[in-house]
């Protein structure tokens, strides 16, 4: 599968311009920008930042005909005419809305992503880094990522919503505790989690980050699933001291019952009839939980393993921006929820017996049937806090994932 994609024009002030011939990109992933960017490059000689998705002839990712929104970097050598572009190619007149959307990304707005290439160029400098490369990977409601060449390797600008900014403060929390774990981590030694070196953050959604070498491990197997599953219970041992200055720090705060009235409040509004007995019964349930004596602890909220980077046994978990303050066993749960039942309760009783040996008397077996259906009425209600954080015209991206969710969440829930 891949994608047609038709690219708006705004020149480099911002003004309209028309749009490009229709072309194709290997991708189906309506939010990787890299490839329309290198597309427009060698047909049209121009240089482009992709704004934001305008809309699609589907309803709903992967594929399709997609329109984005772009601006050309610079002005070329050879201006753009609304009939052509610098290399001839006709440039069609096309209306297109540009009036301003309170719910609107920062980098979706005309020279958004020149603001923040300019941070990220003053913060390597600033570092002793000079940058010889920039290149746009990745932009839609959840994060726009770019990466930067520099003399000393690559470092990655990653850009979030209001809702997600609390990742860097995850990413660089000081770890007082960590003497004794066991588990040789490639990331900051002084950070809490393994996850990817905090070089600059700006404290409203800009982070740079360095790079972390190797594969994301789409695909892994039960073997590897679980040594990610042993290196995270040492991570999140260890923020068991310390969720509650988690919290405090910005962490979002679902432990015990908050985690009821947060996935109530987010839902309000939506169709709630298939999980309806679930909802009913849910603060009971989550007392059951508590019964069986886990402690709270930093959650990384999306643990499947292309959110894990590495080769040759070293891996580092990126993308905390769902992370937050709850019961460890989310984590295991999204990590076996693609492999064969054998293999996930395999992976799953090995992460009971950590947990019984490091919290004796405690019921990790227990707590994990009790959340099973849980985890994806909690992932329901995160698709519902997007839907309710970004533009209409990038709803296709989130609008079938909440009902999708919560049906996951019923058939789980029943008998």
């Known amino acids: 599968m891949s994608r047609t994609v038709t690219l708006v024009l705004l020149d480099s002030a911002g003004r309209p311009l028309g749009a490009l011939p229709p072309f194709g990109v290997p991708e189906p992933w309506w939010q990787e920008a890299g490839s329309i960017v290198a597309a427009v490059r060698q047909r049209h000689g121009l240089e482009v930042a992709v704004l934001r998705l305008l809309d699609a002839d589907r309803p709903a990712p992967p594929g399709g005909h997609v329109r984005y929104l772009a601006q050309v970097v610079d002005a070329p050598a050879v201006p753009l005419e609304p009939a052509g572009d610098a290399l001839g190619a006709p440039l069609e007149p096309v209306a297109v809305d540009l009036a301003p959307h309170p719910l609107r990304q ?13 941070w990220a160029t003053g913060e390597l400098r600033r570092l002793g880094r000079r940058v010889s490369a920039v290149a746009q990977q990745r932009t839609w409601n959840l994060s726009a990522i770019w990466r930067l060449d520099t003399d000393q390797g690559p470092a990655w600008l990653k850009q979030l919503p209001p809702f997600a900014r609390h990742e860097p403060t995850v990413l660089a929390f000081p770890d007082d505790r960590g003497v004794g774990v066991g588990v040789d981590l490639p990331g900051d030694p002084n950070s809490l989690i393994n996850g990817p070196v905090v070089l600059a953050a ?48 910005g962490v979002p705060d ?41 402690p709270d602890t930093l959650v ?101 994932d909440v009902p999708a969710a919560l049906a996951r969440a019923a058939a789980v829930a029943r008998p």
Request: charged share 25%.
């Open 300 to 400: 990384h909220g999306d643990l499947h393993p292309g959110n894990v980077r590495g080769g040759d046994g070293r891996r580092t978990v990126i993308d905390w921006a769902d992370s937050f303050a709850g019961h460890p066993a989310f984590d295991i749960l999204r990590l076996t929820e693609d492999v064969d039942a054998d293999a996930a309760a395999r992976l799953v009783d090995a992460w009971a017996r950590r947990w019984r040996a490091d919290v004796p008397g405690s019921d990790p077996h227990r707590a994990v049937d009790l959340l099973r259906p849980v985890a994806p009425l909690r992932l329901a209600a995160v698709y519902a806090m997007f839907l309710a954080a970004i533009e209409p015209s990038e709803h296709p991206y989130h609008v079938h």
């Open 202 to 249: 700006d404290g409203q959604g800009r982070m740079l980050l360095a790079d972390v070498p190797g594969e994301d491990r789409y695909g892994a197997g039960e073997g590897e699933r679980a040594a990610i599953a042993a290196e995270h219970h040492a991570v999140q041992l260890r923020a068991c001291g310390v969720v509650g200055e988690l919290v405090a720090a």
């Open 106 to 118: 920062p980098w979706a707005e005309a020279g958004g992503p020149a603001d923040s290439v300019a």
């Open 254 to 294: 679902l432990r015990g019952a908050r985690l009821a009235g947060w996935i109530r409040e987010r839902l309000a509004g939506h169709d709630v009839s298939a999980a309806a007995g679930l909802l009913d019964g849910l603060d009971h349930r989550l007392r059951q939980v508590g019964d069986c004596g886990l």
